[in-house]
């Protein structure tokens, strides 16, 4: 069975950092892409990083670039979310997910499992 859970979440004031887990099971980790995505309230769902280790490539919203770092420990079938200088506008939940390519449409995606919640002070 095809598990992402995503942890790591919390209250922060603007400024602050915070970094984000994916762990993933049931499927073979280095053959699929791991992307983060948040949803705000009343916002539709949006795509904030990803990353393809068979691609050899990583994604990032232009919203991110420059205070968002994505990385994967294999090891672990772990994928990690560094968010720093993290603004009021971040605030919202973060699901990850995987699918064939950083690309593939997030439309497509039917597994998302349970989100963590990040929410930024001002």
């Known amino acids: 069975e095809v598990q992402l859970q995503a942890s790591g979440g919390g209250l922060v004031q603007a400024g602050g950092s915070l970094r984000l887990s994916c762990a993933a099971s049931?499927?073979?980790?280095?053959?699929?892409?791991i992307g983060w995505f948040r949803q705000a309230p009343g916002r539709e769902r949006e795509g904030v990083s990803c990353?393809?280790?068979?691609?050899?490539?990583?994604y990032y919203a232009n919203s991110v670039k420059g205070r968002f770092t994505i990385s994967s420990d294999n090891t672990k079938n772990t994928v990690y979310l560094q968010m720093n200088s993290l603004k009021p506008e971040d605030t919202a939940a973060y699901y990850c997910?995987?699918?064939?390519?950083?690309?593939?449409?997030?439309?497509?995606?039917?597994?998302w499992g349970l989100g963590t919640l990040v929410t930024v002070s001002s």
């Open positions: 997910a995987a699918a064939p390519s950083c690309s593939y449409p997030k439309e497509g995606i039917d597994n």
């Open positions: 049931g499927f073979t980790f280095d053959d699929y892409a």
């Open positions: 990353i393809s280790k068979s691609a050899g490539n990583t």
